[in-house]
Each structure stands twice: as structure tokens, then as C-alpha cells.
T-cell receptor
Framework: SQKIEQNSEALNIQEGKTATLTCNYT??????LQWYRQDPGRGPVFLLL?????KEKRKERLKVTFDTTLKQSLFHITASQPADSATYLC????????????FGTGTRLLVSP | NAGVTQTPKFRVLKTGQSMTLLCAQD?????MYWYRQDPGMGLRLIHY???????AKGEVPDGYNVSRLKKQNFLLGLESAAPSQTSVYFC????????????FGPGTRLLVL
């Protein structure tokens, strides 16, 4: 069966450290993968997109990697801040040719001062 | 630009009642989507639309109907609400097909008693 797995346990880190979140998938062949941030009581907000032919993408303190052999994406936040505390969702295209995303359940990140 | 807006923000229904959730976007996007988000399940696609007058089923369409009479609006209807439809509903839109960011609304929290 098709699955997207994100660590359901919250990730607790100290301010200034690098947070690394994992997204694993099985039985999909996505052309791209996206990461979203979701704050409590709000809708997801797009952060980064990485295509299957890209190994790494950066945006300010954020970095995403995409390994199609391992079927895994890693999402890094460097120099983390308490304001980075949120749930982070990965999403990949279903592969039907339309913009239909399949979302993981998300990982909650807590950055303590 | 308001982006994607949803009404109402919160609603309580009794089993068997009907209601319509309204989604509006002012970004001239072609694609619109309705998701539900439940604890431990992630975002699941209910229905989507690739343009005015067209709709299609997503992953969990049973018990819901949709209409896209105007490009900027996407309505989600529950004809006979059931407790299993208690959830948070998110509307999203994207510019076109292909590799595009989805923009989400703030969500509607629905409780069916």
C-alpha cells in the first residue's frame, strides 16, 4: 500500500540547534515533494518544493533534501528559534499528472529557549 | 489580497442536518480543493476542481458534494451530517496543474453531535 510516514512524536530541541525532520514514503514515485508549516488553528503554509532531479534546496535557514533511491526527504532548520515551533507537513504529488498532493501526518517541532 | 477565505469558522450540527461550507479565493486560481484533517490521519482530499464548472472525487468523497459555479468559489455540502464527519475542513487553491504551491484557508471546525 502507499504510505507517507513522518515521525508522530514531537521533536524537542534547544534554540540555536539544527532541527531535522524526516519524511519517508513507499509505493509512490513523486516528481516533486513539498514541505508546509502548520500552526495550531491555522491552515498549512507552503515552505519549500524540491523536484525529483534536485538533491537539495535551500531557503534562508531551511534546507530540504530528496533521495529518490531511499524514498526519503529530510527537512532541516538551522539556528532554530522558538518561533519555528509548529507542525511540519510533507506532501508529494500522487503521480497522476494533476496537482493532487498526498500529505503526511506531520511532525510537531518544539524549540525551547 | 485576502487569499483563501472560508466560512463559517466553526459550526455544530446535529446528526442528519445539512450545511454548506464556503471557500473563496481572490488569486484567480484554476484549481481548488477540499480537505479534511483528523488527528493521526493527516490531510485527506475530499473533492477537487480543475476549473469553473468541473469537479472530481478525491480520496474520501462519500457523504459530501461540491459545486464550482464561479471560478473564485468552491462549495462543500454535507447533505445529512454524521458524527464521522466531525473534523477540521480546509480549502486550498493553486494556480494551475503541475508543480504548484497550494494556498490554504484558515479552516472550518465542524462538530457533528
Amino acid at each position: 500500500s502507499q504510505k507517507i510516514e513522518q515521525n508522530s512524536e514531537a521533536l524537542n530541541i534547544q534554540e540555536g540547534k539544527t532541527a531535522t525532520l524526516t519524511c519517508n514514503y513507499t509505493n509512490y514515485s513523486p516528481a516533486y515533494l513539498q514541505w508546509y508549516r502548520q500552526d495550531p488553528g491555522r491552515g498549512p503554509v507552503f515552505l519549500l518544493l524540491i523536484r525529483e532531479n534536485e538533491k537539495e534546496k535551500r531557503k534562508e535557514r531551511l534546507k530540504v533534501t530528496f533521495d529518490t533511491t531511499l524514498k526519503q526527504s529530510l527537512f532541516h532548520i538551522t539556528a532554530s528559534q522558538p518561533a519555528d515551533s509548529a507542525t511540519y507537513l510533507c506532501a508529494l504529488d500522487e503521480g497522476t499528472g494533476f496537482q493532487k498532493l498526498v500529505f503526511g501526518t506531520g511532525t510537531r517541532l518544539l524549540v525551547s529557549p | 489580497n485576502a487569499g483563501v477565505t472560508q466560512t463559517p469558522k466553526f459550526r455544530v450540527l446535529k446528526t442528519g442536518q445539512s450545511m454548506t461550507l464556503l471557500c473563496a479565493q481572490d488569486m484567480n486560481h484554476e484549481y481548488m480543493y477540499w480537505y479534511r484533517q483528523d488527528p493521526g490521519m493527516g490531510l485527506r482530499l475530499i473533492h477537487y476542481s480543475v476549473g469553473e464548472g468541473t469537479t472530481a472525487k478525491g480520496e474520501v468523497p462519500d457523504g459530501y458534494n461540491v459545486s464550482r459555479l464561479k471560478k473564485q468559489n468552491f462549495l462543500l455540502g454535507l447533505e445529512s451530517a454524521a458524527p464521522s464527519q466531525t473534523s477540521v475542513y480546509f480549502c486550498a487553491s493553486s494556480l494551475t496543474a503541475g508543480v504548484e504551491t497550494q494556498y490554504f484557508g484558515p479552516g472550518t471546525r465542524l462538530l457533528v453531535l
